[in-house]
């Protein structure tokens, strides 16, 4: 047991105190393993600790598994270059097979060192020490050490790349990052910051090696299960297996399973990706919207899996400009979504309500409030009292995507009783992307994250000179909100953080400029004879264990 | 009869430059904005800024028109002060600009680590990194230098200016330390290249070569259905008018005409695909493979285009029969006696295909049309999706190469039309 041994010799001083309230019952134990693993344990480890013995996982039979098969993705093919400026998640997913990431974020919302071996926070975490995994070569023969990690961060935090990591990371100066030895990184923070290791698995940490020169497509060079075969963009994207991957399969030789994946773009048009999995010309469709799951869940031959998420979409208000400055106005229209009726309208119901907070029930430190009720009349009296007795003309733009022009309709409907006449402005994709953080009343999709403090930091704070930062697109800038949210940052411990989160989540309800209705479920299509394939909350391909029963 | 068809491929030309105009006019008042859609809705203003600087979206209009028509590589080499050319510096290399020392050895430059590095490649292909210190010196007393980096674009890079202006931070390719003015080159369409996709920086040649390709076997084949089932029942009705088998082919017609394609094709995947499971609904090409190698992905399509088409063309050529079967020239030839099939074929025939024959031609742009159509149901990997997603991300040299093939296909068949005029009609004669 060497996972034990370790785990025993490196312990985090607060994980036995963890270990105390998940024995009264404090914490559940999918908290417990989030946190032990946020203090640098393995998930096996952070098991072996909690019951001095190896989780019952399922155990996977060296003659269950069949190697061989090649598994088509419906998808876009986007145009990528250098992996810290990705910013469409297909194309993400397509060279994750070639690249992988320091951490990993599994499907239950846990992350584990992954080209890390381990890694360790100081008890006031704000100096980390990554533990760089020994023995994992490039698939161009070089050797993956503590140098690469370095030039990785130096590319995430180099103004000049413009990587959205450097926003993530604004706790770190690229200065005080320490080389200490081949195989171990210091980092040392401004501030304190618990979220380091979901970070390192933002979908644009992807690690390349020291000698990248800034175009994926010119050097597929990464330590992943797969090599790049054949890259056309909006057309199709091949991998072909790697034989000399580092991590084994449960037969005793290296994973991945699969020999092949070919990623097709069949388009922006739906029917197409349904009609082609149906007839069984590709075996997977990515990120499914609330139509193609109706279409495919119940077509023979077709699993569907489903994950509760943190993704959701802001209804969002300019708290800057009349007549959404005053807030009056704002809590007049969120008194006006009738948030089960929308949720059903727009994704049939697949989800779990919100009460105009980021932070969703999947989050370890969410705080949990009472669902507000549809109230026209209440909304009729707060703009009346703000100046509108006659009621308010306001436009909404959104996307004409997904769920957006339900929520819009649905608001529209519900919100006429409560005195607001919404004409809706809806936009292509393309061009709501490009007045979202202008528009005055606007619903904007956000993606999950897998810890309740990432959103807000990203989305209600401000930059370095005070102003709203670039993605603070209601304008919204609270000082005592954002005093909690550092507070939180900084704090390890689950309960303490979820206290300070039920006062930011109040904050956030009472004066914030976004109403969130609900945060829906994500679904991952698959042919059935795939096994070990299962829905991520941030809709990532993780194939390397994947395998075909028809192989 | 050749002073005509030189003054119509004349006109061509002139209606093709026009096109060009109002299309690079028109996505330049449409909204949305390409370096947005190519950062992703979470890039700050500075880096679509930026990015729209090394895209060369920032000059003006009709300096980016020209550049798109005639190039602009024979403004710009002054600066560098070399020849530039656009070329693969090695068998298998992609096409890229480089700048050319009088022994024939290509150069581009590129910045590492804050300084200057070339990167020579001799006649004989042999590829060298030479560090580079031969800045000039301005008048405001900066160190510049101007050169070709290796994405395609003439730059000035500023020595040390690594805080001032700043480099393209989300460009194609890494530059720290990176240039303060940005020109990217082009050939120009009229000197054979329709430039960079914006949408996937690859050349627009390559990719919409293989689109055109995967889209003309679709219509060849669907023409080649289409016009002898139209023209058949539009002789069979018309010869009969108003007997059981006319109402049959006019109703037939009428019904298939009037379902859009997007119905009509969502309908056939559902009987053919769902329903009967005989035929994939999608054309998925996982490999290089062309339609033909894979026919049963083309079948739907194929129909779906058929079932709009053949009822309009049979309506006209039914229209047109019934018309010349009434004419007293017709009646005259059944009276003296002549059989009815010689009657049919040598003349009737002759006359009725007039009308039809203008409507075939002019539905070679429908054709064209409604594959676009077509192809977004089926996620057919052809010229007219190509074109659906280049307009909805305003990727400008995708949009007007796109659209000169369409241009030219609309005005050469009109022409063809014409010709074949004469052939069928001896009074027409063309001066």
């Known amino acids: ?83 810290a400026r990705f910013s469409w998640i297909e194309g993400v997913n397509e060279f994750r097979q070639v690249c992988e990431y320091l951490t990993r974020t599994d499907w239950d919302n846990i992350t584990e060192p992954w080209l890390l071996e381990s890694w360790e926070a100081n008890e006031t975490v704000d100096e980390w020490t990554l533990h760089v995994r020994q023995g994992i070569k490039f698939n161009d023969g070089s050797d993956f050490t503590a140098e690469d990690v370095v030039f990785n961060f130096q590319q995430w935090l180099d103004p000049d790349v413009g990587s ?55 050097q597929p060079i990464g330590t992943g299960p797969f090599l790049l075969d054949e890259y056309i963009e909006t057309e199709r994207a091949v991998f072909v297996r790697r034989e000399d991957y580092w991590r084994m399969g449960a037969d005793g030789d290296p994973l991945p399973y699969l020999d092949k994946l070919v990623f097709v773009d069949l388009g922006e048009e739906e029917s197409a990706r349904i009609a082609a999995l149906q007839s069984g010309q590709v075996d997977n469709i990515y990120n499914p919207g609330a139509d193609v799951w109706q279409a495919v869940k119940d077509l023979p031959g077709i699993n569907v899996y489903s994950a509760p998420t943190a993704q959701t979409f802001h209804i969002r208000m300019r708290v800057d400009q009349p007549p959404f400055d005053d807030v009056r106005v704002r809590q007049a229209l969120k008194k006006c979504i009738d948030r089960q009726k929308m949720l059903d309208l727009a994704w049939f119901g697949e989800g779990v309500l919100g009460h105009d907070s980021a932070v969703a029930p999947v989050h370890p430190e969410y705080c949990s409030k009472p669902i507000p009720a549809y109230d026209p009349e209440g909304a009729k009296a707060l703009l009346a009292e703000a100046g509108y007795p006659d009621g308010l003309e306001v436009e909404l733009s959104t996307q004409q995507a997904r769920a957006e022009p339900a929520m819009a309709q649905s608001l529209k409907e519900t919100a006429a009783a409560g005195g607001f006449d919404i004409k809706l402005n809806i936009l292509p994709s393309a061009q709501y992307w490009d007045v979202w953080t202008e528009v005055p009343l606007g619903i904007t999709i956000w993606a999950h994250r897998p810890l309740g403090i990432i959103v807000p930091a990203l989305a209600f704070t401000t930059d370095a000179e005070g102003n709203p930062g670039p993605w603070n697109e209601t304008r919204w800038v609270d000082e005592e909100y954002i005093a909690l949210l550092r507070q939180a940052e900084s704090t390890l411990e689950v309960e303490a953080r979820r206290a300070i989160m039920c006062q930011m989540e109040d904050i956030e309800a009472e004066r914030s400029g976004h109403g969130i209705a609900f945060f829906t479920s994500v679904w991952y299509v698959c042919h059935e004879r795939f096994q070990g394939v299962r829905a991520h909350p941030t809709n990532y391909d993780l194939f390397d264990e994947v395998w075909d029963a028809e192989a | 009869m050749l002073r005509y068809i030189l003054r119509r491929l004349g006109f061509m030309l002139l209606t093709m430059l026009l096109v060009s105009i109002v299309v690079f006019l028109v996505s330049e008042v449409a909204p949305g904005d390409v370096a947005r859609h190519v950062l992703g809705q979470f890039a700050t203003d500075e880096q679509v800024e930026l990015l729209r600087n090394q895209m060369g979206l920032n000059q003006p209009l009709y300096v980016r028109y020209f550049d798109w028509l005639v190039g602009n590589d ?51 292909g042999e590829r060298t990194l030479v560090p580079f210190d031969e800045w000039d010196t301005n008048k405001d007393g900066e160190e510049i230098f101007w050169g070709v980096d290796n994405a395609n674009h003439v730059v000035l890079w500023v020595k040390g200016s690594e805080d001032s202006t700043g480099p393209a931070s989300a460009g194609r390719t890494m530059t720290k330390g990176g240039g303060r003015e940005y020109y990217p080159l ?34 060849v084949i669907a023409f080649a259905f289409i016009m002898p089932i139209a023209l058949l029942l539009g002789i069979l009705a018309g010869l009969r008018e108003g007997s059981p088998a006319d109402r049959a082919i006019s109703l037939f017609s009428l019904i298939t005409t009037s379902i859009p394609e997007f119905a009509s094709g969502v309908f056939l995947i559902l009987v053919f695909s769902f329903w009967l499971d005989l035929l994939p609904g999608a054309s998925v090409f996982v490999d290089d493979s062309t339609p033909l190698e894979n026919p049963k992905m083309i079948v739907l399509p194929i129909l779906t285009l058929t079932l709009v088409e053949v ?24 009276l003296k006696g002549l059989p009815y099939r010689r009657i049919v074929f040598v003349h009737a025939l002759r006359n009725a295909l007039m009308a039809p024959i203008t409507v075939i031609m002019l539905h070679v742009n429908w054709l064209v049309g409604g594959i676009v159509v077509v192809e977004a149901v089926y996620g057919y990997p052809g010229v007219g999706l190509y074109l659906l997603d280049s307009a909805m991300f305003k990727d400008i040299n995708a949009i007007e190469a796109g659209s000169m093939v369409m241009v030219a296909l609309a005005v050469s068949t009109q022409l063809i039309a014409d010709i074949i005029y004469t052939f069928l009609n001896p009074r027409i004669r063309y001066t």
């Not at chain 1, 032990?36 to 072996?48: D, I």
Request: cysteine-free; aromatic content about 8%.
């Open chain 2, 186 to 219: 082009k050939k120009g369409l009229l000197r054979g290249d329709p430039g960079i996709s914006l949408r996937t920086n690859r050349p627009v040649g390559p990719t919409l070569t293989r689109r055109l390709r995967n889209s003309f076997s679709l219509a």
């Open chain 1, 164 to 218: 959205s990591m450097l926003g993530l990371m604004s706790y770190l100066q690229p200065t005080n990052i320490e080389m200490v030895d081949d195989y171990t990184v210091k980092l040392y923070l401004d501030v304190p910051q618990i979220g380091v290791p979901e970070n390192l698995f933002h979908y644009p940490a992807m690690i390349v090696p020291k000698t990248f020169e800034g175009d994926l497509t010119r």
């Open chain 1, 1 to 83: 047991m060497h996972i034990l041994k370790r785990t025993k010799r490196n312990v985090h001083p607060y994980v036995p105190e963890l270990r105390e309230q998940y024995r009264n019952g404090k914490v559940t134990r999918r908290e417990f393993l989030r946190m032990a693993t946020l203090l640098g344990m393995s998930v096996a480890g952070a098991n072996v600790f909690l019951d001095g013995k190896q989780a019952a996982a399922a155990p996977m039979m060296r003659q269950d598994i069949k190697r061989g098969g090649t598994m088509t993705i419906a998808t876009r093919v986007p145009r990528v270059d250098h992996p």
């Open chain 2, 74 to 124: 024979w403004r710009h080499d002054s600066k560098v002060g070399m020849p530039l050319t656009y070329t693969r510096a090695r068998p298998g290399d992609e096409l890229e600009w480089w700048a050319v020392e009088p022994d024939g050895t290509l150069v581009q430059w590129r910045m590492k680590s804050g300084s200057l590095e070339q990167i020579r490649i001799t006649t004989d």
């Open chain 2, 311 to 334: 009822g309009y063309v049979a309506r006209m050529t039914r229209a047109s029969m019934v018309e010349v079967m009434n004419a007293p020239y017709i009646r005259t030839a059944v």
